[in-house]
């Protein structure tokens, strides 16, 4: 069993510039991500120093104790219409079963409360079925079906448009936490 008290989702900063280039760079996770191929130095630099300064994004270090072990961030937010996309992985393989569980609800926990999001969405790659499933469990709805829509390798992948409301968080939020974390598990 996982403890709340545990986990926590912070800011991304200079110190976490090389552990994400190799998570970014890892096969596991750029697999998975429209960034694919093998980021270089400059070109991660480039996207660490906007990200630094993206007003439209948020950009957290997701970790257990003071271990880091994976990346949440939340984009093209547009607060005339309380939304924004989210993407997330964990950047470390050696974790505890269900910590990617834990790592969406804190990413949840952040969107509908610190960001004030009504509606948040997301893209999987339809072979990723581990994180649509994921995603379905915490209350995300398929809203539709990009067809090959991503080319990775010499093949066009198809896209899961999903998205999850606000609406009903709270409710969703304590049973979620009761099933992550237990009954008295903080």
């Known amino acids: 069993m996982h403890r709340l008290d545990d986990y926590r989702l912070r800011p991304m900063a200079e110190p976490d510039k090389a552990r994400i280039l190799a ?3 890892s096969e596991r996770v750029r697999v998975n991500m429209y960034t694919d191929h093998l980021i270089g130095t400059d070109e991660h630099e480039r996207w660490f120093a906007a990200a630094q300064v993206d007003d439209r994004g948020r950009y957290l270090v997701f970790e257990n104790s003071t271990r880091p072990l994976g990346f949440v961030s939340f984009t093209g937010t547009v607060p005339k219409h309380g939304r924004c996309s989210w993407a997330f992985y964990l950047g470390e393989a ?3 079963p269900g910590t990617g569980s834990v790592m969406e609800f804190l990413a949840l926990d952040y969107a509908f409360g610190a960001l004030g999001i009504r509606k948040l ?3 999987v790659f339809v072979f990723n079925t581990g994180v649509v499933r994921l995603h379905e469990r915490f209350g995300f709805q398929q809203e539709g079906l990009l067809r090959e829509h991503y080319r990775k390798g010499d093949k066009y992948a ?5 998205a999850r409301f606000a609406a009903g968080w709270p409710e969703d939020r304590a049973a979620l936490q009761k099933k992550l ?3 008295t598990n903080t």
């Open 23 to 25: 998570w970014r760079n």
């Open 121 to 123: 969405c997301c893209e």
């Open 158 to 162: 198809d896209v899961v448009v999903l």
């Open 181 to 183: 974390f237990g009954e």
């Open 94 to 96: 050696d974790v505890k």
